[in-house]
């Protein structure tokens, strides 16, 4: 699903990345941890084609990321990467069916279509009775369920997400992190997530550590049957 080798990236006089190396399978969660500067979020938005390396390779997908042109890098991001971010980043002049509908409409779909498709996520996220309410009107954790919803309505190869739980209390994170796992076991799909929150580190199925611009440990623990089926498994139609 994806495959980095050999990511550098420097700002300045300063080294951020030194050279990663990194597979990540279809249907896995990933957690990237480690300090506060060791460069995960660099490392994630280079995965995200929000921000260039300075050399290695990308491929996500089966797609080499670095050889598409400007239009061509925006589409495959729109179609084929979904963000979950801390702050859920939603429009608050929006309701929420409206913030989910955003990037198929950038997509092309028909608002048919994408009106089908959000309403079909928020029922799968419990939250089809909010649909016609903007951010505001929604608590912390629909917000982010949203956030995640408006993530997936283009069927994205994988999902990566930056503290995604981190501005939630206890009882969301909790219901957040089992939603990342609902989605996987349902859908197959691929999460890569960047977190301090050491209880969704330990349930991921693996547990990347990074200091210094480096990889330092991968810690591969997953449930391997349920790794198969979810490799295995079809994109699924909410």
């Not at 050999?6 to 399978?25: A, E, M, P, Y």
């Not at 239009?71 to 963000?83: A, H, P, Q, T, V």
């Not at 408006?150 to 997400?161: D, E, F, Q, S, T």
């Not at 089992?178 to 929150?197: A, E, M, N, P, W």
Request: cysteine-free.
């Amino acid at each position: 699903m994806i495959d980095v080798k050999n990511i550098t990236k420097s700002f300045g006089q300063l080294q951020v990345l030194k050279g990663i190396d990194l597979h990540i399978s279809k249907g896995e969660v990933v957690s990237i941890v480690g300090p506060s500067g060791a460069g995960k979020t660099t490392l994630l938005q280079i995965i995200g084609t929000l921000d260039k390396p300075d050399g290695g390779e990308i491929m996500i997908d089966g797609t080499d990321v670095r050889a598409l042109s400007s239009k061509k890098l925006s589409e495959f991001r729109n179609k084929r990467i979904g963000f979950v971010f801390q702050f859920h980043q939603l429009l608050p002049e929006f309701t929420a069916i409206e913030n989910i509908m955003i990037p198929a409409y950038i997509a092309g779909v028909s608002k048919g279509e994408a009106k089908k498709r959000a309403n079909e996520l928020l029922d799968f996220m419990g939250l089809a009775d909010r649909a016609g309410h903007k951010p505001n009107e929604l608590s912390g954790g629909e917000k982010q369920r949203v956030a995640v919803a408006r993530a997936l309505v283009n069927r994205p190869a994988v999902i990566l997400a930056d503290e995604p739980s981190g501005s939630l209390d206890s009882k969301n994170k909790a219901e957040l992190h089992q939603l990342f796992f609902d989605l996987r076991d349902k859908t197959g799909q691929t999460f890569v997530i960047v977190t301090h929150d050491e209880n969704l580190a330990k349930i991921t199925d693996r547990t990347i550590s990074m200091k210094d611009g480096l990889l330092t440990n991968d810690t591969f623990s997953p449930n391997l049957g349920q790794l198969e089926a979810a490799a295995n498994t079809p994109d699924t139609e909410y």
